[in-house]
């Protein structure tokens, strides 16, 4: 299973945003979309060994099941819409016990911190930065849960917090990525044993 946690500094945490201004009004919901495209889907088809984590506002996590989610098609539009349904299902999430709007799609009353306590438990937390340690000086981990930020820099108690969790810091290459292309080239890292098999 490959895991990843992308923290949003201004997405909104209930779904009165509109589909028509993901890049603007809805808070950068545009590059989420793209993220959850790049962590779960493959040419025709999905990736089933995958989940995308977006902590919304250090409020709440949506998260999204490769294995489960139905109705996950390519555009940033559908994917942005099936958040919103999502955040409207917010309240019904108890303490760390997520709601179900729909298959493969779950939201946890918890932000960053309980977020990845609780992913820490199934994987190796990477935290994505770059100043990390090369990645193809590193196997990758059997199990990794990848951290990244949105198109804002970590704040200094995001940072502290992953320093806190994350079992190694790696970087992906020598240039700095969008998130979602981040995104891409770790699950590139990983089909290929690090770079070695093609």
Known sequence: ??????????APTDPDFSLSALGSDAGRMDLLARCLNAGLL????????????????????????????RNLHPDERSIA??????????????????????????????????????LARDGTVV????DG????????????????????????????????AADVRLRLGPTVLHADHSITVAHHYCDTDGYREF
């Open 127 to 130: 935290a994505l930065h770059e």
């Open 42 to 69: 493959a040419s025709h088809g999905i990736r089933e060994d995958a989940k995308v984590h977006l902590v919304l506002g250090d409020a709440y996590t949506v998260s999204v099941d490769g294995a489960t989610v």
């Open 1 to 10: 299973m490959r895991q990843f946690v992308v923290v949003a500094h201004d």
């Open 133 to 164: 340690e090369p990645a193809n000086e590193r196997e990758p981990p059997a199990h990794p849960v990848f951290v990244l930020s949105d198109h804002r820099d970590f704040t200094d108690d995001e940072a502290a917090t992953i320093a806190d």
């Open 81 to 118: 819409a099936l958040v919103r349904n999502a955040l409207e299902s917010r309240e019904d999430a108890i303490g760390h016990q997520p709601a179900t709007p729909s298959p493969g799609i779950e939201v946890y009353r918890m932000g960053l911190e309980a977020t990845l306590d609780r």
